[in-house]
């Protein structure tokens, strides 16, 4: 980042400060998620706003060996006290709280003190993934479905917050208040809320938002996580997004949105292929299909994710597509008759929101580009549950269940060439070490403790 850079951004900034001002707003909070999915924070008094979006604010660079208990996985070379980096917020992006009367929200980068991009900024990954597909002539739309629980009291321990049936009138009466605030306070925000429904797991809720450009869809993942747990705080609720708060019964998915496009055409409908898919958009799912296994190690990255993906969880565990298909990985949406062409999408529902959303992303792209230059093609789609298949036809047909383990994922990540160089070196040996800090911690803990442990951290 240059002097002109740094001017413009201030500039930038300047503008912004009255109408923050005018709306209340006495201090930012710039933010980035680390690689254990937590979303960190420093912030400055509103008048400094314009010195943070041009020079950022000293953050370590052991940030990036963050586990989510606060715990750092250094190498032992003992490197991790020394350096700093700067968090320098995307004011363009700059909002003021709707649940947090007082402060506004932005979305940082990492940039090195020299000015340089930092290699393990997960955001600069993804602005750099995303650039990488416009040079080969194409964008992409994303968005993340958001599922939470809400818990009453302050206790540890999970008490349903909302009780009722799954998808019922009975919990949105039960909590009519909570939910209308949450909805009020995304409008506010300007996030563009598609639907709000109660979901099927004890206390659960879920939201989807309208799709973005990749960056700015985890961007938004970060402000809408914030802003119901936010909201949760002001109505005496605790917030869990963990994919597995009670060990029986269904968790918490993270699903992910993406469509390809190409000038103001969706490829992932109008084509000659299954489900109007286009050749380009075929070749870019199977790319990510091809490696769900080494992507679970970025979108469902702890091992309380695996509590999770099972079977008949609509969690989608096995490593095949298919239309509509609730347990199939990645499920084709096309959309209603006549809507094609705008909502037709891949969603991959194997992902949880303990995931960096920046870094789930950044997988998704990569991958699908892998595909491309590829030229890979999806197998045949799977019509029914695979699990109704029997093995002996899931064996023929080639599908296997994704890993059970984050040991198995990160296997599979450590070994994904595409993925790894991708990501680059030091980001990958960052993202290992946290993951193996993880499962050494977790090591022969039993699933109670695990979802124990876990239940309130993201
Ligand atoms: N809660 C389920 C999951 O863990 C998803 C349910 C749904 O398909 O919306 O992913
Ligand atoms: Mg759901």
Redesign the pocket.
């Known amino acids: 980042m240059d002097t002109a850079e740094r001017q413009a951004r201030s500039q930038d900034a300047k503008k912004r400060l009255e109408a923050l001002e005018a709306a209340g707003v006495v201090a930012v909070a710039a933010t980035f998620v680390d690689n254990s999915g937590i979303t960190r924070v420093k912030s400055v008094p509103l008048a400094r706003l314009p010195h943070l979006a041009a020079w950022g604010v000293g953050i370590s660079t052991s940030f990036d060996r963050f586990r989510f208990d606060d715990w750092i996985a250094g190498d032992g070379a003992g490197v991790e006290p020394v350096g700093d980096l700067r968090i320098i917020p995307d004011v363009r992006r700059v909002v003021p709280l709707a649940a947090q009367p007082g402060w506004a929200w932005a979305p940082a980068d990492r940039y090195q003190q020299s000015g340089e991009p930092h290699d393990q900024c997960s955001r600069l990954l993804l602005t750099r993934l995303v650039d990488e597909l416009a040079r080969q002539g194409f964008t992409a739309q994303t968005t993340f479905?958001v599922?939470w629980v809400v818990s009453a009291g302050d206790g540890d321990d999970f008490v349903p917050g909302v009780t009722g049936p799954g998808y019922s009138m009975t919990r949105l009466i039960n909590r009519s208040d909570y939910c209308r605030d949450v909805l009020n306070a995304l409008r506010d925000e300007r996030v563009t809320v598609e639907q709000f429904h109660p979901?099927?797991?004890a206390g659960?809720l879920?939201l989807s938002v309208a799709p973005e450009d990749p960056v700015s869809a985890a961007d938004t993942s970060v402000l809408v996580r914030s802003t119901i747990r936010a909201v949760g705080v002001a109505h005496g609720l605790r917030t869990s997004y963990s994919?597995k708060v009670a060990v029986p019964g269904?968790?918490?998915?993270g699903?992910v949105h993406l469509s390809l496009w190409r000038d103001s055409n969706n490829l992932f409908a109008g084509g000659d292929g299954k489900f109007g898919l286009t050749e380009t958009a075929d070749s870019f799912s199977a790319g990510v299909l091809a490696r769900l296994p080494a992507l679970l190690a970025i979108g469902a990255p702890s091992p309380v994710s695996y509590l999770?993906l099972l079977p008949s969880?609509?969690?989608?565990v096995y490593a095949c597509w298919g239309l509509e298909n609730?347990e199939a990985a990645m499920r084709m949406v096309t959309g209603s008759a006549g809507s094609e062409s705008q909502a037709a999408n891949m969603e991959v529902?194997c992902f949880?929101l303990l995931a960096n959303p920046y870094l789930v992303l950044s997988g998704l792209v990569a991958a699908g580009l892998a595909g491309l230059g590829e030229g890979a093609r999806l197998p045949e789609p799977v019509d029914v549950d695979p699990a109704a298949l029997g093995e002996e036809a899931l064996e023929r047909r080639g599908i296997t269940r994704l890993p059970t383990t984050l040991r198995e994922a990160l296997d599979a990540f450590r070994a994904d060439s595409a993925l790894t160089s991708a990501f680059g070196a030091d980001l990958v040996a960052a993202l290992v070490a946290v993951r193996e800090s993880e499962l050494e911690l977790f090591d022969g803990a039993s699933d109670d403790d695990l979802a124990a442990a876990t239940r309130w951290a993201h």
């Open positions: 479905e599922e979901e099927y797991a659960q879920e994919p269904v968790g918490n998915g699903h999770r969880h609509w969690a989608g609730r529902k949880d």
